[in-house]
């Protein structure tokens, strides 16, 4: 079956622009993951989807970041007035029940001028 | 707060060595992962260890989860190029089970 699948794979915008980023996880998987990844590190948590909920938020760096989920299903991550230091790699992942292996999409490059 | 650390950063040796990489923390996780991604690509599961001293593993790698659940070691025997890639370890707190802390990773390279 399919993976997860993110787009754009690619975006560049405009300081202060805001940009939406979207993850289609896996079908039938209820916990949904976003990360960031800064060049060649780690992933830093942003959020934790549950079916549409999202019980973890406390990964989003600011009030500029938020995340929603519909029909249990696709994520969208705004970023609103982006800034330089949002230049990254947003990575989403999907897994079963929380917990169990995460399966990652191959992430959005968003680059901000 | 980086709650796991990795070490080396990066390492490059030549093909056929053996080579360790450790991850190491001050907490204790319930259980704790080990990821390989490569460039453009999403992390892709290796192992899950999650008994104290426990060993598991996987062809030429073996993982190893510390008695105390704070730290963890890969190593490679016979490294291979096919092995080259950024390794990345991450653990599941017991205080939020919904979160994983990922470790700053090490970026691993096999010459030829």
């Known amino acids: 079956g399919a993976g997860v699948s993110q787009s754009p794979s690619n975006k560049v915008t405009e300081k202060g622009k805001d940009v939406e980023l979207r993850c289609d996880p896996i079908?039938?998987?209820?916990?949904l993951y976003w990360y960031r990844q800064s060049l060649g590190q780690g992933l830093e948590f942003l959020i934790y989807?549950?079916?549409?909920?999202?019980?973890?938020k406390s990964g989003l760096p600011s009030d500029r970041f938020s995340a929603e989920r519909t029909g249990g299903s696709v994520s969208t991550l705004t970023i609103q007035r982006t800034q330089q230091e949002d230049s990254a790699v947003y990575l989403c992942?999907?897994?079963?029940?929380?917990?169990?292996?995460?399966?990652f999409g191959p992430g959005t490059r968003l680059t901000v001028l | 707060t980086q709650l796991l650390e990795q070490s080396p950063q990066f390492l490059s040796i030549q093909e056929g060595e053996n080579l360790t990489v450790y991850c190491n923390s001050s907490s204790v996780f319930s259980s704790l992962q080990w990821y390989r991604q490569e460039p453009g690509e999403g992390p892709v599961l290796l192992v899950t260890?999650?008994?104290?001293?426990e060993v598991k593993k996987l062809k030429r790698l073996t993982f190893q989860f510390g008695d105390a659940r704070k730290d963890s070691s890969l190593h490679i025997t016979a490294a291979q190029p096919g092995d080259t890639g950024l390794y990345l370890c991450a653990g599941v707190q017991y205080s939020s089970a919904s979160k994983i802390i990922f470790g700053s990773g090490t970026r691993l390279s096999i010459r030829p």
């Open positions: 079908s039938g998987h209820t916990a």
């Open positions: 260890v999650v008994t104290g001293g």
């Open positions: 989807f549950q079916g549409n909920s999202a019980p973890d």
């Open positions: 992942a999907s897994s079963l029940v929380r917990q169990n292996e995460q399966f």
